[in-house]
C-alpha cells in the first residue's frame, strides 16, 4: 500500500516549482527517488531549467529493480549526478546495473552516460538519438559545464554503445521492459519505456504535465500529434512517469500535451486567417496554460515556432 499512498500523494497534491532550489540536499539529485509502482523508482527533477543550484537534475531519472539486475532510464545530465543516481540505488538494492537507456539526445539524458561507461555498462538509445549526441553532444557538454561548473566534473561525451530503430524489448526478472520509438515527437529520438504487464510508461519527453512543453526548431507539432493520437494513446497506460513532473495518469498528460498542442496551433490558425504576421503570433492568449512552470521561459518561443510551422503547412 506504501507505494499507492506516495503516487496518490505525488499526483493529487505535489505541486512543482521553481521557487524551491533543491529538495535533497547533500546530494546532487534534486530530489530522492521515490517508489512509483512495486520495482519501479523515480528521481523526480525539478521543473525549472537547468541551474547550478539543481545541478541539471531537471528530468527524471528512473530505474527498474528486476530481481536479475537494475534497468536506468536516462543517464544523467553529469557525470557527478549519474554517480549520486548510483548511490541512491545501492542504498535499494544490490542487484547489478544491466542496462541503461536514454530518452533522447539531450543533455540530461545523456551526458551522465560517461560515469555509466565507465562500469562498462551497455547504453541504449535510438538511432537519431545517437546522431544528435555524435553531432552536438561537444556543444551540449560546453553549455552545462558554464551552469554546473565544478559539478560537471569528470564528464566527457559518450554515445550510446548500442543503438535501435523501432524498438528493443528486454526480458529480465519479473519485468518485459519495451524501448519503443513511437514516431516523431519532442525531439529527435524521443523513445518510451513501456512495461505493459505493469500498464506504466516512462514516457520521456512525448508527455508533459507540470511544466510547459519546449518546441524546438526541429519539433513538428503536427506529427507529435499523430505519434500521440496513433501510438501513445494505444498503450492506454495506467500510469505515466513523465520526462519532467511528478508521475501522473493519461489524463493529466493528455490535458497538457495534447490539449497545449492542439490549442496553440487553433490560436495560430485563428491568427493566420486573420493576416497575422509573426511579431503578433508571439502573443497569442495562452493564457490558460500560464500556471505551468516555464511558462514565462517557453510562451512566446513556443508560439512562435508554432507559426513559422504552420505558415507553410
Same mark, same amino acid.
Given at each position: 500500500?506504501?507505494?499507492?499512498?506516495?503516487?496518490?500523494?505525488?499526483?493529487?497534491?505535489?505541486?512543482?516549482?521553481?521557487?524551491?532550489?533543491?529538495? %535533497?540536499?547533500?546530494?546532487?539529485?534534486?530530489?530522492?527517488? $521515490?517508489?512509483?509502482?512495486?520495482?519501479?523508482?523515480?528521481?523526480?527533477?525539478?521543473?525549472?531549467?537547468?541551474? +547550478?543550484?539543481?545541478?541539471?537534475?531537471?528530468?527524471?531519472?528512473?530505474?527498474?529493480?528486476?530481481?536479475?539486475?537494475?534497468? $536506468?532510464? =536516462?543517464?544523467?545530465?553529469?557525470?557527478?549526478?549519474?554517480?549520486?543516481?548510483?548511490?541512491?540505488?545501492?542504498?535499494?538494492?544490490?542487484?547489478?546495473?544491466?542496462?541503461?537507456?536514454?530518452?533522447?539526445?539531450?543533455?540530461?539524458?545523456?551526458?551522465?552516460?560517461? +560515469?555509466?561507461?565507465?562500469?562498462?555498462?551497455?547504453?541504449?538509445?535510438?538511432?537519431?538519438?545517437?546522431?544528435?549526441?555524435?553531432?552536438?553532444?561537444?556543444?551540449?557538454?560546453?553549455?552545462?559545464?558554464? %551552469?554546473?561548473?565544478?559539478?560537471?566534473?569528470?564528464?566527457?561525451?559518450?554515445?550510446?554503445?548500442?543503438? /535501435?530503430?523501432?524498438?528493443?524489448?528486454?526480458?529480465?526478472?519479473? /519485468?518485459?521492459?519495451?524501448?519503443?520509438?513511437?514516431?516523431?515527437?519532442?525531439?529527435?529520438?524521443?523513445?518510451?519505456?513501456?512495461?505493459?504487464?505493469?500498464?506504466?510508461?516512462?514516457?520521456?519527453?512525448?508527455?508533459?504535465?507540470?511544466?510547459?512543453?519546449?518546441?524546438?526548431?526541429?519539433?513538428?507539432?503536427?506529427?507529435?500529434?499523430?505519434?500521440?493520437?496513433?501510438? /501513445?494513446?494505444?498503450? =492506454?497506460?495506467? +500510469?505515466?512517469?513523465?520526462?519532467?513532473?511528478h508521475p501522473t495518469n493519461m489524463a493529466q498528460v493528455r490535458r497538457y500535451t495534447k490539449g497545449y498542442l492542439e490549442y496553440l496551433r487553433g490560436?495560430?490558425?485563428?491568427?493566420?486567417?486573420n493576416g497575422g504576421d509573426l511579431a503578433d503570433a508571439y502573443y497569442v492568449d495562452q493564457s490558460p496554460y500560464a500556471h505551468l512552470d516555464t511558462?514565462?521561459?517557453?510562451?512566446?518561443?513556443?508560439?512562435?515556432?508554432? +507559426?513559422?510551422?504552420?505558415?507553410?503547412?
Amino acid at each position: 500500500m506504501r507505494w499507492i499512498i506516495c503516487l496518490l500523494s505525488l499526483t493529487t497534491f505535489a505541486h512543482a516549482s521553481e521557487d524551491i532550489a533543491d529538495k %535533497y540536499p547533500g546530494s546532487m539529485l534534486y530530489d530522492k527517488p $521515490v517508489e512509483v509502482i512495486p520495482g519501479v523508482f523515480s528521481a523526480i527533477g525539478a521543473t525549472a531549467p537547468p541551474t +547550478y543550484e539543481n545541478a541539471g537534475h531537471n528530468n527524471n531519472l528512473s530505474f527498474i529493480v528486476t530481481g536479475e539486475g537494475v534497468v $536506468v532510464i =536516462n543517464g544523467g545530465a553529469a557525470y557527478g549526478l549519474a554517480k549520486a543516481l548510483h548511490d541512491e540505488i545501492r542504498a535499494i538494492t544490490d542487484q547489478p546495473i544491466k542496462l541503461v537507456f536514454n530518452e533522447n539526445g539531450q543533455g540530461h539524458a545523456m551526458l551522465g552516460n560517461s +560515469y555509466w561507461a565507465e562500469l562498462g555498462v551497455p547504453i541504449i538509445a535510438h538511432e537519431d538519438a545517437a546522431h544528435e549526441v555524435e553531432e552536438y553532444g561537444g556543444t551540449i557538454l560546453e553549455g552545462m559545464k558554464r %551552469y554546473n561548473r565544478d559539478q560537471a566534473e569528470g564528464t566527457f561525451v559518450q554515445g550510446p554503445t548500442e543503438t /535501435f530503430a523501432d524498438e528493443y524489448i528486454v526480458e529480465m526478472g519479473v /519485468f518485459r521492459i519495451e524501448a519503443r520509438h513511437l514516431g516523431p515527437a519532442h525531439s529527435p529520438g524521443d523513445i518510451v519505456i513501456w512495461l505493459p504487464e505493469q500498464s506504466l510508461v516512462i514516457s520521456g519527453d512525448m508527455a508533459f504535465h507540470e511544466r510547459m512543453l519546449p518546441i524546438f526548431a526541429d519539433t513538428y507539432t503536427a506529427d507529435w500529434l499523430e505519434t500521440w493520437n496513433t501510438e /501513445f494513446e494505444a498503450l =492506454n497506460a495506467t +500510469y505515466v512517469i513523465p520526462g519532467h513532473g511528478h508521475p501522473t495518469n493519461m489524463a493529466q498528460v493528455r490535458r497538457y500535451t495534447k490539449g497545449y498542442l492542439e490549442y496553440l496551433r487553433g490560436k495560430i490558425g485563428e491568427h493566420l486567417e486573420n493576416g497575422g504576421d509573426l511579431a503578433d503570433a508571439y502573443y497569442v492568449d495562452q493564457s490558460p496554460y500560464a500556471h505551468l512552470d516555464t511558462f514565462e521561459e517557453l510562451a512566446t518561443k513556443n508560439a512562435g515556432r508554432v +507559426y513559422e510551422q504552420m505558415e507553410f503547412e
